[in-house]
């Protein structure tokens, strides 16, 4: 028998291996073996098994030792294994196609997508499951001492424990114990801890909740999938499409109840930052011990319990971020993608994947119900529901008829003028902040800003420069001072005045969280402001401290970025201020607009969750814009989302085309340049049916000393897209001392 491995050492290349005739029945896809290689002996799991014989040569033109595309046209002998290391396969046979599917799509080494699979802590050779002396009663009369006897009573009422617990508790040394095992009054014995990442929370058991009508709708049309799938049917990923505070979550957790009834699994992908302690503790109340965490927070031991408790099938129910996707769940049922829209659902390093793509393309493979929650769908998700391809229920409605918060849009060119200078706060905002300070309520602030990207905005008018070619804004490059597209490389030299309104342009001047602090203080003295973004919350727990404090209402008024921007519930909070809502939709970014009113409507839902009303004030330079609009109730999402799609299809845009970002690095910006330029002029020739962009500096033209390039490609196809670089690579490296990443279907072009 031949085997094919992925050896824990050699990134992108698989193996073949015989097997010894003793060790023939065992092997299955995904075991883990030992392997010798080189004059090592490693790790390695089992891709294929290409043959059923008992031959030790390779008929294929393959020989261990060398990897298994070197093909020669030879016959090798074949090294054997030199062991199996589990009796149950390491990963399930879906997974292992999942991560080959996961390598051919995002152009990645087979054994970086393994590495999703299995995460460092449950491949370390050091770590293992943690164990302690346990001390168990056992029953019937024993001889003990008087001094014994009282021992081993107060032992007995707490019914036994850990040895290091109960020295403690009864202050004795180990030994006194240990001699209560020789009259046979207790056993002593090793017993595995678990390292419960839950196990300082009190967790109150909650019931399910009387659905409200909608909710009961939705959950039905979940169901019916869920029995389809458990018949063996196909079914088609579900959208469910709820507004802010219509009570999704309480349908996830019926709709898991349901499904772990029939015995199988369930695993809830949330967006990291929305792992709240808040949002854990609603599904451990649910489910109790079933449910296992997996985030980066965990330590290494932790993470590898919970890793375990998930394969061993004590744990059924996964809640994490992206990663917690691939958790070894014996038979899922049910994979629930919260915040389906999320950019931060796509993975910044190899693999490149996109969790919402993988839990659909799981779903198939494991024939599994994908359910996709959301108050502001994707474009690509949505246009699945408009070609039929996904399923779609709706909440429109608040749970308990509470209403939707009063949005007000603020024309910050009228303000400018009146103040004759741009500034902060408007008028009507620092009214707002004023009133809920005399009453005792919250506010938020709200900041989106990523530092490096600059448009050019007209500072009288509001007009943004944009490319014509390709309907996005241009990119200032203050290195060069030219305006660059990041979609099609082309640039031009920054315009005396603006090309609207003729006043002379500047570089439009933003300010950061920090200078928003600052103002704040000085306008209201007496205000207790707490500011949020990464500038503060570096350390582990100080997101969670600074959200403490804001909740017990030991703070006035919260500032912060995009992460404050989901999935808080904060009950005192009545204002939400958006000081500008241009920043995200002047991104250099074909998704600008989308982005906007996704963060808009999430903002907003941070204002009046719970029994008062909640106002919101959106400022901006562009009232008019159909994002803003929509955020206002101005205009349905509906034709919003028509519109944008009507629009993408004519740019040859996601999700009408997939997009490929190739970023070359180098330190030397000549070669960098010079190796983006060959790659681009080679990649021009592939396909008609593939759009290639001019090789151009990335919007984030150097980082830590590296040159940064990039070439953009789009296509229907990812899979063409694919082959033509595959190809390219194959037979042109990208050049001397200088580094091409490859993201498939990128969401964040940098
Ligand atoms: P979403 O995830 O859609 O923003 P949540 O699931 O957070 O909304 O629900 C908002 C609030 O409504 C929560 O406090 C939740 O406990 C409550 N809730 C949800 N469903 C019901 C229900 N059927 N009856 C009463 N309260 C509910
Ligand atoms: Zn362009």
Redesign the pocket.
């Known amino acids: 028998m031949i085997i094919r491995v992925a050896t824990e050492v050699v990134l992108d290349k698989l193996y073949d291996y015989a097997v010894p005739v003793a060790l023939v029945p065992k092997i299955k896809p995904g075991l883990r073996v030992r392997v010798p290689l080189g004059s090592r002996v490693v790790d390695a799991y089992v891709v294929e098994v290409l043959e059923g014989g008992g031959s030790d040569e390779s008929e294929l033109p393959l020989f261990s030792g060398k990897p298994a595309e070197q093909s020669t046209g030879r016959q090798y002998k074949l090294r054997y294994i030199n062991a199996i290391s589990d009796e149950i396969p390491f990963v399930s046979e879906n997974l292992l196609k999942l991560v080959q599917w996961m390598a051919d799509y995002y152009c990645a080494p087979f054994e970086q997508s393994l590495r999703c699979i299995l995460p460092a802590a449950v491949r370390s050779k050091s770590m293992r499951s943690k164990e302690q002396i346990y001390v168990e009663i056992q029953q019937g009369d024993f001889k003990l001492t008087k001094r014994q006897s009282e021992l081993f009573t107060e032992i007995k009422r707490v019914g036994g424990g850990w040895l290091s617990f109960l020295t403690r508790e009864f202050s004795c040394a180990p030994g006194t114990i240990r001699n209560l095992e020789k009259s046979g009054a207790v056993k002593i014995e090793l017993r595995q801890v678990w390292r419960d990442p839950l196990a300082n929370r009190k967790v109150l058991p909650t019931r399910p909740?009387?659905?409200?009508p909608e909710?009961s709708a939705a959950l039905k049309s979940i169901s019916a999938l869920i029995d389809q799938s458990a018949n063996g049917e196909k079914t088609a990923p579900i959208l469910l499409h709820?507004?802010?505070?219509?009570?999704?979550?309480?349908?996830y957790l019926q709709a898991i109840a349901k499904v772990l009834e029939q015995g199988r699994g369930a695993i809830v992908l949330v967006p990291e930052i929305a792992l709240t302690p808040q949002t854990v503790q609603?599904f451990a109340a649910r489910f109790g011990k079933r449910i296992a965490v997996l985030h980066s927070a965990l330590s290494e031991g932790e993470r590898f319990d919970e890793w375990h408790r998930i394969r061993s099938g004590k744990a059924d129910v996964v809640i994490g971020p992206r990663s917690a996707l691939f958790a070894p769940v014996r038979n899922p049922g049910l994979i629930v993608v919260?915040e389906e829209h999320e950019p931060s659902y796509k993975q910044d390093e190899t693999p490149r994947y996109h969790a919402r793509d993988v839990a659909v393309v799981r779903g198939v493979m494991e024939g599994c119900v994908v359910v996709l929650?959301t108050?502001t769908p994707s474009m690509e998700s949505w246009n699945n529901v408009q070609s039929g391809k996904y399923n779609h229920v709706a909440?429109t409605k608040?749970?308990?008829d509470r209403p939707m918060p009063d949005v007000y849009i603020v024309d910050m060119r009228i303000e400018a003028a009146s103040a004759r200078h741009a500034q902060i706060f408007s008028a009507p905002l620092m009214e707002a902040i004023k009133l809920r300070l005399e009453r005792g309520e919250q506010t938020i602030l709200f900041l989106n800003r990523r530092g490096f990207s600059n448009s050019l905005q007209c500072p009288e008018c509001g007009h943004v420069a944009e490319c014509q070619e390709c309907n996005v804004a241009y990119t200032y490059h203050q290195s060069d001072s030219c305006l660059r597209c990041h979609i099609c490389g082309g640039w031009k030299h920054v315009p005396a005045t603006c090309s609207e309104c003729g006043e002379p342009v500047l570089k439009y001047a933003g300010y950061g969280t920090q200078r928003v602090e600052t103002a704040l203080r000085k306008c209201f003295s007496q205000a207790r402001v707490l500011r949020m973004d990464a500038d503060v919350t570096t350390r582990k727990s100080s997101h969670d401290e600074l959200l403490t404090i804001f909740r017990t209402k030991q703070a006035d008024i919260l500032i912060g970025t995009q992460m404050i921007a989901k999935g808080l519930?904060f009950p005192n909070v009545t204002l939400v201020g958006v000081l500008n809502a241009d920043i995200s939709l002047h991104m250099p970014d074909i998704r600008a607009s989308e982005r906007t009113w996704q963060l808009l409507a999430q903002v907003s839902?941070r204002a009046g969750?719970a029994d008062l009303p909640g106002e919101v004030f959106i400022q901006t330079y562009s009232p008019e814009h159909p994002s803003i609009r929509v955020a206002g109730g101005f205009e349905s999402f509906e034709t919003l989302a028509e519109r944008e799609l009507k629009e993408r299809r004519e740019w040859c845009y996601p999700p009408f085309t997939h997009l490929v970002c190739l970023i070359f690095r180098g330190k030397s910006e000549q070669k960098t340049a010079l190796a983006a330029k060959c790659y681009a002029d080679a990649l021009k020739k592939g396909s008609p049916s593939v759009i290639v962009s001019d090789a151009a500096p990335a919007p984030l033209p150097k980082a830590r000393g590296f040159y940064r390039y990039q070439i953009l490609m789009r296509s229907p196809s990812t899979m063409k897209m694919v082959k033509i670089l595959r190809a390219l690579m194959a037979c042109q490296s990208p050049g001397e001392a200088v580094r091409m990443s490859i993201d498939v279907d990128a969401v964040n072009m940098m």
Request: glycine share 20%; net charge neutral.
């Open positions: 909740m009387e659905l409200m909710q709820g507004v802010t505070g219509s009570g999704k979550t309480e349908v609603r919260d929650g108050a909440l608040r749970v308990s519930d839902g969750r």
